[in-house]
T-cell receptor, first 114, second 122 residues
Framework: KQEVTQIPAALSVPEGENLVLNCSFT??????LQWFRQDPGKGLTSLLL?????REQTSGRLNASLDKSSGRSTLYIAASQPGDSATYLC?????????????FGTGTRLTIIP | GAVVSQHPSWVICKSGTSVKIECRSL??????MFWYRQFPKQSLMLMAT?????????EQGVEKDKFLINHASLTLSTLTVTSAHPEDSSFYIC??????????????????FGNGTRLTVT
């Protein structure tokens, strides 16, 4: 059974700093990994999607890496801003064709201090 | 970008009543929609997968007779919580994967999520 862990559960950093969020998963046979942002009481916004054959994806100030063999992914946020405050979730999709189930981590609640 | 609309955003109902939640894909055709539940301070748990025109596939432990899913068109899926009880109070979120034009399978497309529905059963 796939298990996804995100550490730390909460993180506070001053505005302007770079930061890294971590995601680990127990079964390396994944199809892809996706990072999401969730604002309080809201749904999820997809940030980056990394296919299993890829090592990283970048979008603006965000960079996500994937090391499938070790079961790890990181989300790097550069020059953090107060608007980045949210809960960040990673989710992995299993490898079986037609099985689109996503297994989510419990998230990291990020607070950027102005 | 792709937009998924979920309605209502919040609902309060009395124990024993039924509640219907709608999930619409506004600018793409969603062949597959997913329903998730999120309890406070917990992550999202997949409840069921619905494919347009066919029966939904429920995850282990989810009662299909209690959580009725209908995916009658390529732009609308509904989740009905029947005979709701206080323990059904949760945040329900739908997501959709769209058809990609040009022949590629949609399996590589990212999921797009609705804004969720906060259900409170009193």
């Amino acid at each position: 059974k796939q298990e996804v862990t995100q550490i730390p559960a909460a993180l506070s950093v001053p505005e302007g700093e770079n930061l890294v969020l971590n995601c680990s998963f127990t079964d390396s046979a994944i199809y892809n990994l996706q990072w999401f942002r969730q604002d309080p009481g809201k749904g999820l916004t997809s940030l980056l999607l990394i296919q299993s054959s890829q090592r990283e994806q970048t979008s603006g100030r965000l960079n996500a890496s994937l090391d499938k063999s070790s079961g790890r992914s990181t989300l790097y946020i550069a020059a953090s801003q107060p608007g980045d405050s949210a809960t960040y979730l990673c989710a992995v999709r299993e490898s079986n064709f037609g099985n689109e189930k996503l297994t989510f981590g419990t998230g990291t609640r990020l607070t950027i201090i102005p | 970008g792709a937009v998924v609309s979920q309605h209502p955003s919040w609902v309060i109902c009395k124990s024993g009543t039924s509640v219907k939640i709608e999930c619409r894909s506004l600018d793409f055709q969603a062949t597959t929609m997913f329903w998730y539940r999120q309890f406070p301070k917990q992550s999202l748990m997949l409840m069921a997968t619905s494919n347009e025109g066919s029966k939904a596939t429920y995850e282990q432990g989810v009662e299909k007779d209690k959580f009725l899913i209908n995916h009658a068109s390529l732009t609308l899926s509904t989740l009905t919580v029947t005979s709701a009880h206080p323990e059904d109070s949760s945040f329900y979120i739908c997501s959709a994967r769209g058809l990609r034009l040009g022949g590629d399978s949609s399996y590589n497309s990212p999921l797009h999520f609705g804004n969720g529905t906060r259900l409170t059963v009193t």
